[in-house]
């Protein structure tokens, strides 16, 4: 294996903020999750130019910045939804470097406030390596910005779920979402969690593991339906995605690997008390994605969106053990994993071209 520039520059920032979230369970280390998020959203809301599609956001916004009125915008130039266009001329006064800086706060806040309230102290490096090591959370803040802002949306909206009990404003919030990234409006079919009252069976983990083996079976089958469904969520925007990604084609080591993974999350569901039984189900659709990415082009775009409550399940998953064996298998099962798409992630043309060099804004002024 080889490390790279790009690669080297964030295994330094990981491994920096890892540790200083493992010093939080010691009492004189208070604030040792604020500083680690501190440092990781100084690096990603100072960034310049890092990220794949962080040129595309500068053209945009420079473009916008050009109309004198937000009315005048002329929506057909931009592939962009019209949400993220508004957003880009309502931060116009502060320019791009700051619309970056903003949004940055509000994701790294997102996630540093689920690790606050639902992660142990003394597991909170474990949430903050999920974090930083997963490609699909802290990775993707560096380019897909945009659907980084909807997917933190999506996480502050779901504890109208459960914990507040508000379909109304979760659906509101998912409206929103969608109007910066249309993938979002795939989020609304879980506004019926708000109405599921008997969360002390395990219906829901069972159809989501039927769902999963059966694309795993039948995926090319049920692939025919899927333009339908997405020209009713997402209009006709993305319709071209109905093509199987070729270069990350499935393997049986690999479906085994990702199927013993749901099935040991679901598992684990069963004992937990329903404020927490959903971010597992959440998190066990995340491994669905691996089915979806080899039938629909960017596919693992759905993956995004479930990947970060893998942040308070595995945490918690792994503290609950009581036996060392099984304890230190599923840890190393679930984190070799992660390391291991994280390392294959850097071996991308465009994570290499694109995460070539991290510099700040101040390279600019």
């Known amino acids: 294996m080889q490390i790279t520039i790009p690669m080297q520059t964030i295994l330094l920032l990981n491994i920096t903020v890892v540790f200083i979230a493992f010093l939080a369970r010691f009492k004189k280390s208070g604030l040792a999750l604020e500083l680690a998020f501190l440092i990781i959203f100084l690096f990603t809301g100072l960034r310049y130019n890092f990220g794949a599609d962080y040129p595309g956001y500068k053209v945009t916004f420079d473009t916008i910045s050009a109309y004198t ?31 970056v800086l903003v949004l940055s706060a509000f994701i790294c806040y997102t996630y540093y406030s689920l690790i606050k309230k639902y992660v142990e102290p003394g597991y909170y490096w474990m949430g903050v390596a999920v974090y930083c090591f997963m490609t699909e959370i802290m990775l993707i803040q560096f380019s897909a910005l945009r659907q980084a802002v909807a997917i933190a949306i999506f996480l502050f909206a779901s504890r109208y779920l459960l914990e507040k009990r508000s379909p109304i404003k979760y659906v509101l919030c998912i409206l929103l979402a969608g109007t910066i990234h249309s993938s979002a409006y795939f989020m609304l079919i879980f506004v019926m969690f708000a109405f599921y009252k008997d969360w002390n069976n395990n219906k829901t983990g069972y159809v989501i593991l039927t769902v999963f083996f059966g694309l795993l079976v039948f995926g090319q089958t049920i692939l025919g339906v899927m333009p339908f469904l997405t020209t009713i969520f997402a209009g006709d925007r993305y319709l071209d995605v109905f093509t199987a990604d070729n270069e990350s084609g499935m393997t049986l080591t690999g479906g085994a690997v990702w199927g013993i993974m749901i099935v040991i999350v679901v598992y684990f569901s069963k004992f937990q ?3 927490f039984k959903y971010f597992y189900l959440f998190y066990s659709m995340y491994f669905i994605s691996y089915i979806l990415i080899n039938l629909i082009w960017t596919g693992d775009r759905f993956g995004y969106y479930f990947a970060p409550f893998g942040i308070i399940a595995l945490p918690k998953m792994i503290s609950e053990i009581k036996l060392p064996i099984i304890k230190v298998a599923i840890f ?34």
């Open 273 to 275: 008390p329903k404020e």
């Open 69 to 99: 009125s937000l009315f005048s915008i002329d929506k057909s130039q931009f592939v962009a939804e019209t949400g993220w266009l508004i957003l880009c001329y309502i931060f116009k006064p502060i320019g791009f470097f700051g619309m």
């Open 332 to 365: 190393l099962l679930f984190f070799g994993f992660i390391l291991s798409r994280f390392f294959n992630f850097f071996t991308y043309e465009f994570v290499i071209e694109g995460y070539a060099k991290y510099q700040t804004i101040f390279s600019q002024l």
